[in-house]
C-alpha cells in the first residue's frame, strides 16, 4: 500500500484518552466538518480543540466530565475484550470511513500505548490508511508487501519498528541506508534514522512494520 502525503487533511478522527501534545497540530490535520470519534476519556481532548464531538464509544470508566447533550453514545461493557480505541475504529469504519486520524493514543500507560501501535498495525492491514499522532510523534504502519512514502519532516529522526519479524526491509533516501534487511522485533538496527533533504522510501517483503517520526 502507498501513502500520500499529509497534505490532505482527515475525515475522520478517533480520538482517545492518552496524550496530544500539541493540540494545534492536531487540528491542522481534519477536515473543518470532520467526523469525530471519542474513544471514552477522549471527549476531554475536545474541549482543548474546539472540536464537536458526533459520537462516543466506551464503557465511560476514564470521563472528566459529563458527555454533551445529545450526542450518540455506544455504550460498551466494562467487560468487553477489546479496548475502547478499537471499537471507535470499528465504529468509524462502519461509517464508510477509510482514511483515520488516531490521536490520544500515545503517552500515558505504556500498555495502551503498544496496542494502539499494534491497532494501527490492524488498521493498516484491513487496508484504511491511518496515521496515530500525538501532534509531536507521527506513526505509520506497513503491512506485508509494500511501500511507504514517508514524508521528510525537517529536524525530526525516522525510526522502524518490526510488531513481527520483517523480511526485505529497505530504505532509500534515509542518511543510514537498509537494503533487504531482516528487521526483527528485538533488534534495533533502524531506530534514530535521518532524512537526507527530501521524502524518505521504505520497502519490505514482508512482516509489519511500524514508521515513526519525530523531533530529534
Known amino acids: 500500500m502507498e501513502h500520500e502525503k499529509i497534505a490532505a487533511p482527515y475525515g475522520c478522527a478517533v480520538i482517545g484518552a ?3 501534545r500539541d493540540y494545534e497540530a492536531v487540528s491542522a490535520l481534519l477536515e473543518p ?26 464503557d465511560l470508566d476514564s470521563l472528566e466530565t459529563a458527555p454533551p447533550a445529545g450526542l450518540e453514545l455506544v455504550a460498551l461493557s466494562p467487560d468487553k475484550n477489546y479496548t475502547d480505541s478499537y471499537h471507535g475504529v470499528e465504529q468509524a469504519h462502519k461509517r464508510g470511513y477509510r482514511r483515520l486520524l488516531l490521536t490520544g493514543m500515545l503517552g500515558g500507560r505504556l500498555d495502551h500505548t503498544l496496542a494502539n501501535l499494534g491497532l ?55 542518511k543510514y541506508p537498509l537494503d533487504d534487511y531482516p528487521l526483527s522485533p528485538w533488534d534495533p538496527r533502524a531506530v534514530s534514522n535521518e532524512f537526507c ?15 515513526l517520526t519525530q523531533p530529534k
Do not use: W
Not at 466538518?33 to 466506551?58: Q, S, T, W, Y
Not at 533533504?197 to 514508521?211: C, H, P, R, S, W
Open 120 to 174: 494501527l498495525a490492524h488498521v493498516m492491514g484491513q487496508g484504511t490508511d491511518a496515521l496515530l499522532t500525538d501532534g509531536v510523534c507521527h506513526a505509520y504502519a506497513l503491512m506485508g508487501k509494500g511501500k511507504l512514502l514517508l514524508p521528510r519532516r525537517p529536524g525530526c529522526y525516522f525510526s522502524l519498528l518490526a510488531l513481527a519479524p520483517c523480511r526485505g526491509v529497505t530504505i532509500l533516501g534515509g
Open 33 to 58: 466538518d470532520a467526523f469525530v470519534i471519542c474513544a471514552d476519556g477522549g471527549l476531554k481532548h475536545c474541549r482543548k480543540m474546539n472540536l464537536r464531538p458526533h459520537l462516543l464509544v466506551g
Open 18 to 20: 492518552g496524550e496530544i
Open 197 to 211: 533533504g527530501g521524502d524518505v522510501t521504505i520497502l519490505q517483503e514482508e512482516g509489519a512494520l511500524v514508521v
